[in-house]
């Protein structure tokens, strides 16, 4: 039997329809009114766009590149809005282009970016040493096309453009590369693909992979090729697991593709198993590829009898873009078979003398006469066809031509002078019922052997995992002792890469922390899943991996809400672009609980000095004078401020007398908010009596009657559509004034939870509202980068400033005698604005994110502290800087 005739395939398909010969080309514009794109985001906005608006403004991106560039790639910048990537992709073909989605945004010095010259490219922001070569707008998002100043790439544009795209690898074939793909590479895939999966216009496919990872691009061309929709969401929601996964499920999604590794990172089994593999689910295919597929029975396991789903894998390699093989898996079927080839595409296997096989185990390669893509500085003629690309992987090839995948070549390390395989100890673990997937590391520098697994139960208690640990411990003892690990670590989920990949690197790491095992309570576990959950790299910076300001206080709030500790340094060593490794230092050093500083602190402060100390600030606060003297008011906000009038008479307090022993603290009442509390609570009085209210990620805002006892006591709670992490601002009447996620500030009552007025903003509202000087305006800020000042009995907008492109998370601070209020932004700005028109007085910077509320001081100078430590003082008429000190 000739090696090649069983490891050749021919498309089935038939049609006598032309071949694309470019990638724009497999769209299917005959039904312009169908959805080609259907986008969500967090704040359950969708918007879709017709076939007929897609042409219309990919064919307006087409004539603006026509005109202007003769470049033959075109950079797309990561800060471009995913709605925009689809148009951006086709008009740069249909102008004889070829695009590069960037991984990061292109350098101010220069035109190299991931190994190509770019000289134009699109982005949201203008940037360093370009020209604005035009603004246009694409399904109303406002993008800029730029040209770097000085610059004259070498790849310039003449005649035909064979190239559809170029991509850098992610490395797991070995170093990174660039590579340039061409048309007739992709286009073969697309139609194998949609003759596979039977794909109609019915069909809904999500965008989820990574726009730097080349599966992006069969995702959206393969989709807009049978006339289906596109299932594209903002990057906010791809960071918010849950809501993504009902998204996906509320919005019919029949197609998904991904790894094996970001499909069980992103949601858990039980999440799987009740949304997308339930009874309800429209789900219908489900494409792993990437890595090794996992086992079978894990998949069948989750899935309802009921549900249609079905699974396949694929193989490939971007070096010969995109996919080389496919495989429908059923329970009983080889989680390592490769499957058939695809069209164009040819296998070989190799022995060690690279001599071709029929039989036995080989390291593959794949080839093909017309799928050529061109690697770093390769030039098409002097290419040999048929052209050949080592794949890295060791496959068995049986005798009825049948390849499975039987680990990387570069699996095969030597320990101890033997030579053992890493994937033959990750396939005996996985025999386990219990492991979920897992994976080897070997160390050369000192021998060691680590085996990570992750488990396909919820993990509620610490016994529960010291006996995981033990039965896998007990089977791996069946191997020899060659293959007897130093360490075992049950972790809940793999870190991956920005394509979806176990991220090696950092598993390197784990293996390197004092004590190897991790237990559930272990900081440096607990943060690396958190990490993990929000940032999908782990072998950079924070800030390269694609962190922000508010993902940085996400993680931060998680992980002290989780281990009961302050970290006060995280967040501005985040900002600073650490590396996980370096930022899991610091959280395993940081052992001290707050709570014991504060025990500790009243401990040697005697009752007396803490009275004094109160009172001190309790006299230091202006009075709130009020006509109505039966509606008394008490409440407190988040930094502590107090504002109070007749506090020692409401329900008989005597601020004289110590309350009891200093240090000493009993549970009096609860309330269940479902979710966590970011807020700090609101503490007013009202007809003599005092009340507590908080809102919660749930949702829910608890209020409730304190000092109250037997029939007296009293709470309510009132439930808003989404997240709650401002404090509640108390007007009369027991009417509540707070902002949401979902972008609106409502006034509501906090007894019946009817809805008094409530007003939209552009974005989540995270920061504190706070009343003007005569209590009839209110000031907050947004996540749109705009300051409101709306009247406060009916929420009619006075005025909305934005003073900086940055959200607003800190709360306000309103100055009486000079008419402002001041606040600062997520980009370090400090401004302060006039109460009366929001004209700004004047803006300063400081050089991170500011969360807190400033602070105004007895000298008349406001005091402002950003994430990093750094602690200014403006003046407060004019913002002359003071003085300025680092509390780090």
Same mark, same amino acid.
């Given at each position: 039997?000739?090696?090649?005739?069983?490891?050749?395939?021919?498309?089935?398909?038939?049609?006598?329809?032309?071949?694309?010969?470019?990638?724009?080309?497999?769209?299917?514009?005959?039904?312009?009114?169908?959805?080609?794109?259907?986008?969500?985001?967090?704040?359950?906005?969708?918007?879709? /766009?017709?076939?007929?608006?897609?042409?219309?403004?990919?064919?307006?991106?087409?004539?603006?590149?026509?005109?202007?560039?003769?470049?033959?790639?075109?950079?797309?910048?990561?800060?471009?809005?995913?709605?925009?990537?689809?148009?951006?992709?086709?008009?740069?073909?249909?102008?004889?282009?070829?695009?590069?989605?960037?991984?990061?945004?292109?350098?101010?010095?220069?035109?190299?970016?991931?190994?190509?010259?770019?000289?134009?490219?699109?982005?949201?922001?203008?940037?360093?040493?370009?020209?604005?070569?035009?603004?246009?707008? /694409?399904?109303?998002?406002?993008?800029?096309?730029?040209?770097?100043?000085?610059?004259?790439?070498?790849?310039?544009?003449?005649?035909?453009?064979?190239?559809?795209?170029?991509?850098?690898?992610?490395?797991?074939?070995?170093?990174?590369?660039?590579?340039?793909?061409?048309?007739?590479?992709?286009?073969?895939?697309?139609?194998?693909?949609?003759?596979?999966?039977?794909?109609?216009?019915?069909?809904?496919?999500?965008?989820?992979?990574?726009?730097?990872?080349?599966?992006?691009?069969?995702?959206?061309?393969?989709?807009?090729?049978?006339?289906?929709?596109?299932?594209?969401?903002?990057?906010?929601?791809?960071?918010? $697991?849950?809501?993504?996964?009902?998204?996906?499920?509320?919005?019919?999604?029949?197609?998904?593709?991904?790894?094996?590794?970001?499909?069980?990172?992103?949601?858990?089994?039980?999440?799987?198993?009740?949304?997308?593999?339930?009874?309800?689910?429209?789900?219908?295919?489900?494409?792993?590829?990437?890595? *090794?597929?996992?086992? $079978?029975?894990?998949?069948?396991?989750?899935?309802?009898?009921?549900?249609?789903?079905?699974?396949?894998?694929?193989?490939?390699?971007?070096?010969?873009?995109?996919?080389?093989?496919?495989?429908?898996?059923?329970?009983?079927?080889?989680?390592?078979?490769?499957?058939?080839?695809?069209?164009?595409?040819?296998?070989?296997?190799?022995?060690?003398?690279?001599?071709?096989?029929?039989?036995?185990?080989?390291?593959?390669?794949?080839?093909?006469?017309?799928?050529?893509?061109?690697?770093?500085?390769?030039?098409?003629?002097?290419?040999?066809?048929?052209?050949?690309?080592?794949?890295?992987?060791?496959?068995?090839?049986?005798?009825?031509?049948?390849?499975?995948?039987?680990?990387?070549?570069?699996?095969?390390?030597?320990?101890?002078?033997?030579?053992?395989?890493?994937?033959?100890?990750?396939?005996?673990?996985?025999?386990?019922?219990?492991?979920?997937?897992?994976?080897?590391?070997?160390?050369?520098?000192?021998?060691?052997?680590?085996?990570?697994?992750?488990?396909?139960?919820?993990?509620?208690?610490?016994?529960?995992?010291?006996?995981?640990?033990?039965?896998?411990?007990?089977?791996?003892?069946?191997?020899?002792?060659?293959?007897?690990?130093?360490?075992?670590?049950?972790?809940?989920?793999?870190?991956?890469?920005?394509?979806?990949?176990?991220?090696?690197?950092?598993?390197?790491?784990?293996?390197?922390?004092?004590?190897?095992?991790?237990?559930?309570?272990?900081?440096?576990?607990?943060?690396?899943?958190?990490? *993990?959950?929000?940032?999908?790299?782990?072998?950079?910076?924070?800030?390269?991996?694609?962190?922000?300001?508010?993902?940085?206080?996400?993680?931060?709030?998680?992980?002290?809400?989780?281990?009961?500790?302050?970290?006060?340094?995280?967040?501005?060593?985040?900002?600073?672009?650490?590396?996980?490794?370096?930022?899991?230092?610091?959280?395993?050093?940081?052992?001290?609980?707050?709570?014991?500083?504060?025990?500790? *602190?009243?401990?040697?402060?005697?009752?007396?000095?803490?009275?004094?100390?109160?009172?001190?600030?309790?006299?230091?606060?202006?009075?709130?004078?009020?006509?109505?003297?039966?509606?008394?008011?008490?409440?407190?906000?988040?930094?502590?401020?107090?504002?109070?009038?007749?506090?020692?008479?409401?329900?008989?307090?005597?601020?004289?007398?110590?309350?009891?022993?200093?240090?000493?603290?009993?549970?009096?009442?609860?309330?269940?908010?479902?979710?966590?509390?970011?807020?700090?609570?609101?503490?007013?009085?009202?007809?003599?009596?005092?009340?507590?209210?908080?809102?919660?990620?749930?949702?829910?805002?608890?209020?409730?009657?304190?000092?109250?006892?037997?029939?007296?006591?009293?709470?309510?709670?009132?439930?808003?559509?989404?997240?709650?992490?401002?404090?509640?601002?108390?007007?009369?009447?027991?009417?509540? /004034?707070?902002?949401?996620?979902?972008?609106?500030?409502?006034?509501?009552?906090?007894?019946?939870?009817?809805?008094?007025?409530?007003?939209?903003?552009?974005?989540?509202?995270?920061?504190?509202?706070?009343?003007?000087?005569?209590?009839?305006?209110?000031?907050?800020?947004?996540?749109?980068?705009?300051?409101?000042?709306?009247?406060?009995?009916?929420?009619?907008?006075?005025?909305?400033?934005?003073?900086?492109?940055?959200?607003?998370?800190?709360?306000?601070?309103?100055?009486?005698?000079?008419?402002?209020?001041?606040?600062?932004?997520?980009?370090?700005?400090?401004?302060?604005?006039?109460?009366?028109?929001?004209?700004?007085?004047?803006?300063?910077?400081?050089?991170?994110?500011?969360?807190?509320?400033?602070?105004?001081?007895?000298?008349?100078?406001?005091?402002?502290?950003?994430?990093?430590?750094?602690?200014?003082?403006?003046?407060?008429?004019?913002?002359?800087?003071?003085?300025?000190?680092?509390?780090?």
């Amino acid at each position: 039997m000739d090696p090649l005739e069983v490891k050749r395939y021919k498309s089935n398909d038939t049609s006598k329809s032309p071949s694309p010969k470019v990638l724009s080309d497999v769209i299917n514009w005959l039904k312009p009114a169908n959805i080609a794109i259907e986008y969500h985001d967090l704040l359950e906005n969708s918007i879709e /766009i017709t076939y007929n608006a897609l042409y219309k403004v990919s064919k307006r991106i087409e004539r603006l590149l026509e005109d202007c560039c003769e470049s033959m790639f075109i950079g797309i910048s990561p800060d471009v809005p995913s709605i925009c990537i689809p148009a951006l992709m086709i008009g740069i073909n249909l102008s004889n282009n070829a695009f590069v989605c960037l991984q990061s945004v292109p350098l101010d010095t220069g035109v190299s970016n991931d190994g190509l010259e770019i000289e134009y490219f699109f982005a949201k922001k203008p940037m360093k040493n370009t020209n604005v070569i035009k603004e246009l707008h /694409i399904h109303d998002e406002s993008l800029l096309f730029l040209k770097f100043r000085q610059c004259s790439p070498k790849s310039t544009l003449e005649g035909n453009n064979i190239y559809a795209y170029a991509v850098t690898t992610s490395g797991s074939t070995g170093d990174p590369v660039v590579v340039r793909v061409s048309h007739a590479s992709i286009i073969p895939n697309i139609a194998d693909l949609s003759r596979i999966f039977e794909l109609s216009s019915e069909d809904k496919v999500a965008q989820f992979i990574p726009l730097t990872f080349d599966p992006c691009v069969i995702e959206i061309f393969m989709t807009l090729s049978c006339g289906g929709t596109l299932f594209v969401t903002s990057s906010d929601m791809k960071n918010d $697991p849950q809501k993504l996964l009902a998204s996906v499920l509320a919005s019919n999604v029949t197609i998904m593709q991904s790894t094996p590794s970001l499909l069980m990172h992103r949601w858990s089994f039980h999440d799987l198993k009740s949304t997308i593999f339930g009874e309800q689910s429209y789900l219908r295919i489900l494409v792993l590829g990437g890595e *090794s597929f996992p086992s $079978p029975g894990i998949l069948f396991n989750w899935k309802h009898s009921y549900n249609k789903c079905r699974f396949f894998n694929i193989y490939g390699i971007t070096e010969v873009s995109c996919w080389a093989s496919i495989n429908e898996i059923f329970p009983t079927s080889h989680p390592r078979d490769l499957g058939q080839i695809l069209s164009e595409t040819m296998f070989e296997v190799r022995n060690e003398n690279d001599t071709i096989i029929s039989e036995g185990e080989g390291q593959l390669y794949v080839g093909s006469n017309s799928r050529i893509c061109l690697i770093n500085t390769e030039k098409m003629e002097e290419m040999k066809l048929p052209v050949f690309r080592d794949t890295g992987d060791l496959v068995l090839l049986d005798k009825s031509g049948k390849i499975f995948l039987n680990g990387r070549k570069n699996r095969r390390v030597k320990r101890f002078g033997h030579r053992i395989n890493l994937q033959q100890l990750e396939n005996h673990v996985n025999q386990l019922d219990i492991v979920g997937n897992s994976h080897a590391i070997f160390l050369p520098k000192n021998q060691t052997l680590h085996i990570f697994f992750t488990s396909r139960h919820e993990i509620n208690e610490e016994s529960d995992d010291q006996k995981l640990t033990t039965d896998v411990l007990q089977h791996v003892k069946k191997l020899s002792s060659i293959y007897q690990p130093n360490k075992i670590h049950l972790i809940k989920s793999f870190p991956v890469t920005t394509n979806g990949k176990i991220c090696i690197d950092s598993l390197r790491r784990i293996c390197s922390i004092p004590g190897g095992k991790f237990d559930i309570a272990d900081n440096a576990k607990i943060f690396h899943a958190i990490w *993990s959950n929000y940032v999908t790299t782990h072998d950079s910076g924070f800030v390269e991996s694609g962190g922000t300001s508010v993902i940085a206080l996400q993680i931060a709030n998680e992980m002290s809400e989780r281990t009961g500790n302050e970290y006060p340094e995280l967040i501005g060593r985040m900002l600073r672009n650490e590396t996980l490794e370096s930022c899991t230092v610091y959280v395993s050093q940081a052992k001290l609980n707050v709570m014991d500083k504060i025990v500790e *602190s009243g401990k040697s402060e005697s009752s007396k000095e803490a009275l004094n100390s109160s009172k001190n600030i309790l006299n230091s606060v202006n009075t709130i004078q009020k006509s109505d003297e039966e509606n008394i008011w008490l409440w407190q906000k988040c930094r502590g401020k107090i504002i109070f009038n007749n506090f020692e008479d409401s329900e008989n307090i005597d601020i004289s007398k110590p309350p009891g022993k200093t240090g000493k603290f009993s549970r009096k009442k609860s309330c269940n908010l479902s979710k966590c509390v970011d807020a700090s609570p609101t503490i007013f009085c009202y007809g003599g009596k005092i009340y507590a209210t908080v809102g919660s990620h749930s949702g829910i805002i608890c209020t409730i009657r304190l000092r109250a006892e037997g029939s007296e006591e009293k709470s309510w709670t009132v439930q808003l559509p989404d997240r709650i992490e401002a404090s509640i601002l108390i007007e009369n009447y027991f009417r509540g /004034i707070v902002g949401c996620y979902d972008g609106f500030l409502y006034c509501i009552d906090l007894t019946s939870g009817e809805i008094m007025w409530k007003l939209q903003t552009g974005d989540t509202i995270k920061c504190s509202a706070v009343f003007c000087s005569e209590r009839k305006n209110i000031f907050f800020g947004s996540y749109d980068h705009h300051v409101y000042c709306v009247l406060s009995k009916d929420g009619t907008t006075i005025w909305k400033a934005k003073p900086s492109n940055a959200s607003i998370s800190a709360t306000p601070i309103v100055h009486e005698t000079a008419n402002s209020v001041l606040l600062g932004t997520l980009d370090g700005t400090c401004v302060s604005l006039n109460q009366t028109t929001g004209k700004i007085l004047w803006i300063r910077h400081l050089k991170h994110p500011i969360f807190s509320a400033p602070v105004i001081s007895h000298n008349q100078s406001i005091i402002f502290c950003d994430v990093s430590g750094v602690v200014a003082a403006f003046d407060l008429k004019d913002g002359k800087q003071v003085r300025t000190m680092n509390s780090q």
